[in-house]
């Protein structure tokens, strides 16, 4: 009898590059795994159109799209994480000195408001530096993935075919988030930001998490075992990447890799943890940030994030 195949979207990384090679293969039924480049876009069509049976989606897209009523639930695989203190860069001509400095300033944001990356970077300059972050002007290059997301009064959208690099290197937005650039006037504002965030680690445990997985409702309530299956076959595939690190054994390491490393040096710990109670303190610091920065109306318990028959696995 054939098993059913998963139309599925994940990128692939060091802890799932044994499910997309097929060296971990699930039971009871397959992964048919599409690439999306880039991988936003499948986030997009998975809250849109519902496109995919299992998709990667950034954490915060997920709790919007889980506010505006989307048939979609997570598991707690947490496939993507990273420090963010480097995320905001400033033109060093406009007058910012120190974090407290944008209040005041109109702040760029690549894409929409809902970015993970732009949630963390502002629960950052919030949280572990005093900034109120309703005293900045915050301005898109984008538009939301939950269409039917809006947002607080002190967003607006970036003037029409003007682009954030080229305003953020001339000093017109004297500061931005979640953008490359290299320009001899722009710096990150949190300096040595790498180490910013492992101190952040050590201190209150702040690893932040980007990335979970989704699947469509309609295949959770027809198999009650489906959830727990995904689960592990994700979690088989990040305990052999893990194992590797440990060794020593990662060819060609990319810098990913090596914050996972460094973050196993500080903690002691796996570097990449699935499961609710290994994350509850960051899951409810993201939710916390989500509703103060009224992405969400409410925080919620956490477990009602997840399909309740994970609730209790780890790994």
Not at 21 to 36: K, L
Not at 212 to 234: C, K, M
Request: charged share 30%.
């Amino acid at each position: 009898m054939a098993v059913p195949k998963l139309k599925t979207v994940t990128r692939t990384q060091g802890n799932n590059r044994a499910l997309k090679e097929g060296s971990v293969r699930p039971r009871g039924f397959e992964f048919d795994f599409v690439e999306v480049d880039p991988l936003i876009d499948a986030f997009r069509r998975m809250v849109r159109a519902r496109e995919f049976d299992v998709c990667e989606m950034a954490l915060t897209t997920y709790l919007s799209a889980r506010e505006h009523g989307k048939r979609i639930t997570a598991l707690p695989v947490f496939l993507v994480r990273a420090f963010h203190h480097g995320a905001i860069l400033v033109n060093t001509r406009s007058g910012i000195r120190s974090p407290a400095d944008l209040e005041g300033r109109r702040v760029g944001v690549n894409r929409g408001y809902t970015v993970t990356t732009g949630v963390w970077a502002r629960s950052v300059l919030q949280h572990q530096y005093g900034v109120d972050l309703k005293k900045i002007t915050w301005v898109l290059s984008g538009d939301e993935h939950v269409a039917e997301f809006r947002p607080p009064a002190n967003v607006q959208p970036l003037e029409k075919d003007r682009k954030m690099s080229e305003l953020l290197a001339s000093g017109e937005l004297p500061a931005a988030i979640g953008i490359d650039l290299e320009h001899p006037d722009v710096r990150p504002l949190v300096p040595d930001a790498g180490a910013a965030g492992y101190a952040a680690l050590r201190t209150s445990g702040h690893y932040p998490i980007n990335h979970t997985v989704v699947l469509r409702d309609e295949l959770l309530e027809a198999d009650a075992g489906l959830a727990p299956a995904v689960f592990r076959a994700f979690a088989e595939s990040k305990r052999l990447y893990v194992e590797r690190l440990q060794a020593d054994r990662i060819e060609r390491p990319t810098a990913v890799d090596a914050m996972h490393r460094r973050v196993m040096e500080i903690t002691g710990r796996d570097p990449l943890p699935y499961g609710i109670e290994p994350n509850r303190r960051v899951l409810e610091e993201l939710m916390q940030s989500a509703h103060e920065q009224e992405i969400i109306r409410r925080a919620v318990p956490v477990e009602t994030l997840f399909a309740r028959d994970t609730l209790a696995l780890a790994d």
